[in-house]
């Protein structure tokens, strides 16, 4: 199963806007995490759609911080980014008639949702702003990264 590695990638790029004097374009993005610029737009929304970015079309436009990184915990990012699956753990029959089936899936479903949860809340009580805090200006140490 490949990885979903969205949560850390949109956590770099907020990070890097925050130190920003202006939007980024989503082709500046796109070159600070090694993808392109569609997989950037196409990320990127679900975060405009939760309030966290906003974006500006045309000359001089693209990617901005809508609030600060402060108010914006790691699970926002996480929902915003559709809540992905954390586990290739899961159950091969949604509707087994064995009730030895029924039994082992249920004890697996109960596992993985309390690991879920706990995962949430963890999530919940960081903030963007204090993933950056006692590290340098994360512009100085990462190359990728370009101001506008």
């Not at 706990?118 to 805090?133: C, K, P, R, W």
Request: include cysteine.
């Amino acid at each position: 199963m490949r990885q979903d590695n969205r949560l850390s990638r949109v956590l770099h790029a907020l990070l890097h806007l925050d130190e920003m004097d202006g939007p980024a374009t989503s082709e500046q993005i796109a070159q600070m995490l090694q993808t392109n610029s569609a997989v950037v737009r196409r990320t990127m929304s679900g975060l405009r759609e939760a309030g966290i970015v906003t974006s500006v079309k045309g000359h001089g436009g693209g990617w901005s911080l809508a609030k600060p990184l402060k108010d914006v915990t790691l699970l926002a990012i996480y929902e915003a980014l559709g809540s992905p699956k954390l586990f290739a753990i899961g159950n091969d029959d949604d509707n087994p008639s064995c009730l030895l089936a029924k039994a082992a899936y249920a004890a697996t479903d109960d596992a993985l949702n309390a690991a879920r949860l706990q995962f949430q809340a963890s999530l919940n009580g960081i903030t963007v702003a204090q993933i950056a805090e006692g590290w340098e200006s994360p512009t100085t140490n990462c190359d990728r990264a370009k101001k506008p």
